[in-house]
């Protein structure tokens, strides 16, 4: 490991922990996400991709009874944190917010085997390792050196571990113009990465991808089918349709995965 980049990655971090502890956006960064949230909020929720993403990490999860459990980046818990923690045999939240994991530990008072911790994922001081399973939910994608970053995964997964991502991509013409444009104005650029094509390609070099599915691809342009004059119970039909291309498609063809704006990958492990 190139001790120079890890040293740089580390002061990123403790820039990425200061600003998600005071949630400080300059105006830019303001206005982008509230109208990247009302507009994606919108299409997640009429199309049902946010409840298919859950029931489908659910599925990826299987069975916990045995299992040891790194919920990396949780900040005070995501969606299925809780029922992580309520049903491994062993959870813990990592994250570089202190305010996060104070939230989180005090919701996870009642688990036993289930902890918070503020530490950063790829220091040396985090000595935890052989987690069966490392859920990384809108997550990975803050890793600039995605090298670093698969080496520091493999480090601490046990053999044949497994983790489930999910993440944004900028593999689409149209979103990596608009990402491109904002940029220079984004507060947090610096830890900020959509996954690219050559990502994708490290991910799959490195890891036994055993399912994928990508989202808001052809479904992304259900917010222009809104400002049509047709009936809403035949836009929410087209949307739908679209979404379900989206998602059955992205599986197989990279090509059509790669006209996606999000993704989530269930991948494992390769054995030494």
Known sequence: MDNSELSRTLDTNK???EFYNTKKKN????????IREKTLHGIRKDLNIQQDFH????????????????DLGCYAGNHHSRYLAENSKQYLGLDLSKVGIDILNKNLAHIPSGVGVVQD???????EKDFDLIYAYGVLHHFENIDLLISKLNEKLADKGQIISYDPLQTSTPIWLIRKLYRPFQSDAAWEWPFSRKTLLKFDKHFDILEKRGVLGHAKWFFILN????PQEKKLKIGKSL??????????SMSHLFTCMQLTMHMQKRGS
Request: net charge positive; aromatic share 12%.
């Open 227 to 230: 400002l049509l004059p047709i």
């Open 27 to 34: 105006l830019p960064t303001r206005i982008w996400s509230s």
């Open 243 to 252: 979404h379900k291309k989206d998602w059955e498609n992205s599986n197989t």
């Open 121 to 127: 994922f790829l220091s040396e001081s985090f000595t």
């Open 15 to 17: 820039k990425q922990a």
């Open 55 to 70: 029931d489908l990490h659910k599925i990826w999860f299987g069975e916990l009874k045995g299992k040891k459990v790194l």
